[in-house]
């Protein structure tokens, strides 16, 4: 049975109930009705109407705006990694765009006579501390600075230490890298020969990411306000993380209708990759008010009603003000207080209910 055949079998029988129940001797309430828009119904009746109530709270209410964006690298987090050296790509272990690079991973071996020849005279130095004691103090000048031109180099401590302890060079030097995150850009191939400078590598760090949201002209206002922003993730169910506007466009054109804004979010954990679609939820207008649920709300020509039950059966309707407003609730200025209890379900049939009881005239401006 759809909603219309529904509706209308619930209102014939209350009517054929109305019609056929004895006549009751008239009491304050029914006096009240014609004068106040009031009506009375038996359990019998409500449970008819399926009819349900909610008490009107004081809570938080925001209103929310919803996007939708695509994660991107933070650009303010990239690491351009150059060559330290004259010579020839003998090994690349990093290939892939979108490679996961962690810190201390080694990125590339080279070859350079340069380097070569700078570890030898490191290892010499070595060796004269043992030969030349007498001239100690001028050996082991010559050897820390010889140390220091390999870490200029770009080898590590760990690297020249155990130089030290083989007192065997290699003809390759494998370079590590120095940060965690992404590989977004590869500028060398094996077996080409670079200069000290040349751009190699660019690693992102993911410890913050952008999204890119697509939003609408009219809501451009919004996140100038500093709202509170959700960001949730299709492959990351049941996680919320907090968002950041970054950057908001300049003036628009008046014929533009759509543009983008930045928002930046913290990743630590690494859980948000680049090219995930994110869902951008933001909070504004935030306030502590009275609130109800939307679907008490009976929308006229002009204004907006309730049903409040002011005592067992008897309903009153009332004409309230209403503000904010999300999916679910919304804010009530004026109309109720605190504490009373609104009909939530079963409204419309309420309004026929008492129509049938009263007659359609009291209600000629209501939609039906």
Known sequence: MNTSLKTGYVIMMLLFWGCNKPEEKKDEHQGMDMMT???????????????????????????????VGSVAIDENNISSINSRVNGRIDKLFARNAGEEIKKGQALYAVYSEEL??????????????????????????????????????GLSEGQIKE???????????????????????????????????????????????????????????????????????????????????????????????????????????????????ATVLVKRQEKKTLVIPKSCIILSKSSSSVWVQNATGMFEKKMIETGIENKNEIEVIMGINEGELVVSSGSYLLNSVFILKNGAKTMGGMKM
Not at 212 to 221: T, V
């Open 37 to 67: 828009e009031m009506v009375h119904l038996t359990a019998h009746e409500m449970e008819l109407i399926h009819l349900g109530v909610d008490t009107a709270k004081i809570k938080t209410i925001f209103e929310t705006s919803n996007f």
């Open 116 to 153: 070569l020849s700078d570890e030898n005279e490191f290892l010499l130095g070595l060796e004269q501390q043992l030969n030349y004691k007498e001239q100690l103090n001028m050996v082991n000048t010559l050897v820390e600075a010889s140390r220091k031109k390999l870490l200029l180099w």
């Open 163 to 277: 130089l030290a302890q083989n007192k065997k060079t290699s003809p390759t030097v494998n370079f590590y890298s120095d940060v965690n995150g992404y590989l977004s850009e590869l500028n060398i191939s094996e077996g080409e020969y670079v200069t000290t400078g040349t751009p190699l590598f660019k690693i992102a760090s993911l410890e913050t990411v952008w999204v890119n949201a697509a939003i609408y002209q009219n809501e451009i206002s919004y996140l100038m306000e500093n709202p509170e922003i959700d960001l949730s993730f299709e492959s990351l169910p049941n996680e919320v993380f907090k968002g950041e506007i970054i950057q908001t466009p300049p003036a628009l054109d008046v014929a533009q209708k759509i543009s983008s804004v930045k928002i930046g979010v913290k990743n630590s954990n690494g859980k948000i990759k680049p090219g995930m679609m």
